[in-house]
């Protein structure tokens, strides 16, 4: 009966999935079942009399481990880490009880250990990946505050060198006009190619995410990608089909599973997300702006801009105590020009003659289109003299353009111009305009094609 009920307890404890082992006083293994076996890699045989803590991955750990045990009789769930002979780790929790011979004294300590790799994963990538869900947010906030677009470029880097530890890449952006893709920022690598098409991208070509180099046979290498060991995967920033850029991930496959790459790419989509989406909200609130502060026929800044920037600079100029000159030109008798030769030969010259002015103005000048045939040219930080001079060469390039009319004929015009000085003639934008305003009316009474400083 006795032999029959050993036997029994022998079948329970091979039966179970869990490693049990029993150990003596000294550490020392007395007895394990298959499950220990499988987990260590090591032969019953061998284990016995072994070690119990040589086949943890913190030794000294495991010892305090069951010393505790021994010391209070009992612990529960005590984590420690199995290193199986192949070197593959096994997260456990321990439940250890010391058990009694027939005298009642403690014999040895029965130890049952619960695989909980699978839960301790999980639990880290949950971790993780609520991490990096915040991190995305925190891009995104950052992003929602940027005023230009140039301010989100090293956001969106700084974010993805985050999120993607050991890696390499870039952020392109499309430029409006000429459609290329330009580098603006980028980590890891220095020889990322700086402009290219969106033929030469395959992510671009099918506006969805590209991967290549991970050993998938069917996808091509995209025509941007330099010679690479390295996989990688490009994701086209698309609004409305519209292409915004480009974010360009270099990656190593060593020691990652495919459900980690898998994680990886949903992560990069999401953030990729939340960067077009800011960047398609910062561009189209940039165009606005443009709209509101340019002329659309000649594309200077338009009065409203005038306005404030004047406004700006006088404080400018106030706490430098430096001069500021504002003149007025008005093209002569722009009305009979219209009247003659059509409204298209009058846009004509108030795009040329804007574009002189453009050409015109040094680095801190500010030049605009202040209504119909009236420009306004404001020039920091300058004497009078030499404000008048700087004047009556842009007059005399007025006079030299010349202009083909819808008739065939070519015909040109002449400018005059008023100008006010700060803080000569004011410390203010209104009294500086209309003194200059005033200028300009005895320029024309006193024969146009003339520069007049207010008295």
């Given at each position: 009966m006795k032999h029959s009920r050993s036997s029994y307890a022998r079948s329970l404890i091979e039966a179970s999935l869990d490693p049990l082992v029993t150990i003596s006083a000294d550490g020392k293994i007395m007895d394990v079942n298959r499950a220990t076996e499988k987990v260590t890699g090591v032969p019953r045989k061998a284990l016995i009399g072994s070690d119990f803590s040589n086949y943890f991955t913190e030794p000294q750990r495991a010892r305090d481990g069951y010393q505790l045990a021994f010391s209070q009789g009992t612990v529960m769930d005590y984590p420690l880490a199995i290193c199986h002979a192949s070197g593959k780790i096994t997260e456990v929790l321990y439940n250890a009880s010391v058990y009694r011979d027939e005298e009642g004294n403690v014999a040895g300590l029965f130890a049952a250990a619960r695989d909980i790799t699978a839960l301790k994963k999980a639990?880290?990538?949950?971790?993780?990946?609520?991490?990096?869900?915040?991190l995305i947010r925190e891009m995104t906030d950052l992003l929602q505050s940027c005023q230009k677009t140039d301010e989100a470029y090293p956001i969106i880097k700084t974010a993805l060198v985050a999120l993607f530890p050991n890696t390499e890449g870039g952020v392109y952006i499309m430029e409006p006009q000429s459609r290329a893709l330009t580098l603006v920022d980028q980590w890891?690598?220095?020889?990322?190619?700086?402009?290219?098409?969106p033929n030469d991208c395959w992510g671009m070509r099918r506006g969805r995410i590209h991967i290549a180099g991970d050993g998938r046979a069917i996808n091509p290498i995209c025509r941007h990608v330099k010679q690479t060991t390295a996989a990688y995967i490009c994701i086209p920033l698309l609004a409305h089909s519209?292409?915004?850029?480009?974010?360009?991930?270099?990656?190593?496959?060593?020691?990652?599973?495919?459900?980690?790459?898998?994680?990886?790419?949903?992560?990069?989509?999401?953030?990729?997300?939340?960067?077009?989406?800011?960047?398609?909200?910062?561009?189209?609130?940039?165009?606005?702006?443009?709209?509101?502060?340019?002329?659309?026929?000649?594309?200077?800044?338009?009065?409203?801009?005038?306005?404030?920037?004047?406004?700006?600079?006088?404080?400018?100029?106030?706490?430098?105590?430096?001069?500021?000159?504002?003149?007025?030109?008005?093209?002569d008798h722009f009305k009979r020009l219209n009247d003659t030769y059509g409204h298209d030969t009058g846009d004509e010259v108030l795009r040329q003659v804007a574009?002189?002015?453009?050409?015109?103005?040094?680095?801190?000048?500010?030049?605009?289109?202040?209504?119909?045939?009236?420009?306004?040219?404001?020039?920091?930080?300058?004497?009078?003299?030499?404000?008048v001079e700087r004047l009556n060469s842009l007059r005399s390039a007025v006079e030299s353009l010349s202009y083909k009319t819808e008739t065939g004929t070519r015909t040109s015009v002449t400018a005059s111009i008023g100008m006010s000085l700060y803080p000569e003639h004011g410390d203010n934008r209104l009294d500086l305009i209309t003194r200059a305003d005033q200028a300009l009316y005895l320029a024309k009474n006193g024969g146009r094609n003339r520069v007049v400083v207010a008295d």
């Open positions: 639990q880290r990538e949950l971790e993780s990946a609520i991490a990096q869900m915040q890891g690598r220095t020889d990322l190619e700086k402009l290219f098409m519209h292409g915004l850029g480009l974010i360009h991930i270099e990656y190593h496959l060593g020691g990652m599973d495919p459900e980690e790459i898998q994680r990886k790419f949903s992560i990069a989509e999401t953030a990729a997300d939340s960067a077009r989406l800011a960047l398609a909200n910062l561009t189209l609130r940039e165009e606005l702006h443009a709209l509101s502060i340019r002329d659309p026929l000649t594309g200077l800044f338009n009065r409203r801009f005038l306005e404030e920037a004047v406004d700006r600079e006088l404080v400018r100029m106030h706490r430098a105590d430096q001069t500021l000159a504002i003149a007025i030109l008005d093209i574009q002189l002015m453009s050409r015109f103005r040094r680095g801190n000048d500010i030049v605009c289109r202040y209504g119909g045939e009236e420009f306004v040219i404001v020039m920091t930080e300058i004497a009078v003299d030499a404000a």
